[in-house]
């Protein structure tokens, strides 16, 4: 138990559905971020969220959507996906964005058909 | 930009055995280093980490010392469990630069261990 949540634990949706992710964090961290992993991939840092603000978003396509409302809960809101885009999404939290380290959460493994 | 480089995998050992795997960085400054470990059907958790050169983090009879004249962050084990099987990543975190942009954490590729009884 890191102290970082997400849910669903799996998901399957169609091409055509719209469904989000969800992560919450009650470490009193002030940076989260979303990453996702692919098979025989490195990590791939998709967003990083800054005291509710988006600091950082690595030339992710715009059928992934984030949505930070408050510092404990960071939203990946997903439409139009295409089979590529399946993988395990994980959500991490960090004190904040200097030198810390990073509390991940246990993912998300999305298949799309 | 920064980089980190991981040996390439799958290892297989017995149990017993003694681990050794490679990490190397690129970095502009002076990162912080980690190693990562994502057991089956987790998400990744924090192993051990050191902030500064010559430093040794460790845990769980892990051990990585951090090098800054060979930029290694080797992690290493001197007897292993099969609980010990699992995908392990050596990461780098540095501080925001003078430019203004913020520090993210950089990952290697991973690298799974099985570790046979």
């Known amino acids: 138990e890191t102290g970082v949540t997400q849910t669903p634990r799996h998901l399957v949706m169609g091409m055509t559905n719209k469904k989000s992710l969800k992560c919450e964090q009650h470490?009193?961290?002030?940076?989260m971020y979303w990453y996702k992993q692919s098979a025989k991939k490195p990590l791939e840092l998709m967003f990083v969220?800054?005291?509710?603000?988006?600091?950082e978003n690595n030339s992710v396509p715009s059928r992934f959507s984030p949505e930070c409302p408050n510092s404990s809960h960071l939203f990946l809101h997903l439409h139009t996906l295409q089979p590529e885009d399946s993988a395990l999404y994980l959500c991490?939290?960090?004190?904040?964005?200097?030198?810390?380290?990073?509390?991940f959460g246990q993912g998300t493994r999305l298949t799309v058909v | 930009g920064n980089s980190v480089t991981q040996m390439e995998g799958p290892v297989t050992l017995s149990e017993e055995a003694f681990l050794t795997i490679n990490c190397t960085y690129t970095?502009?400054?002076?990162?912080?280093l980690f190693w990562y470990v994502q057991y089956p059907g987790e998400g990744l958790q924090l192993l051990l980490k050191?902030?500064?050169?010559?430093d040794k983090g460790s845990n769980k009879g892990f051990e990585a010392t951090y090098r800054k004249e060979t930029t290694s962050f080797h992690l290493e084990k001197g007897s292993v469990q099969v609980s010990d099987s699992a995908v392990y990543f050596c990461?780098?975190?540095?501080?925001?630069?003078?430019?203004?942009?913020?520090?993210?954490?950089?990952f290697g590729k991973g690298i799974t261990l099985s570790v046979r009884p």
């Open positions: 991490a939290s960090s004190q904040d964005q200097t030198l810390s380290e990073a509390f």
């Open positions: 470490l009193g961290h002030n940076a």
């Open positions: 969220y800054s005291l509710e603000e988006r600091v």
């Open positions: 970095a502009t400054g002076y990162p912080s």
């Open positions: 050191a902030t500064k050169a010559d």
């Open positions: 990461a780098l975190s540095e501080g925001p630069t003078f430019t203004g942009a913020n520090s993210k954490l950089t």
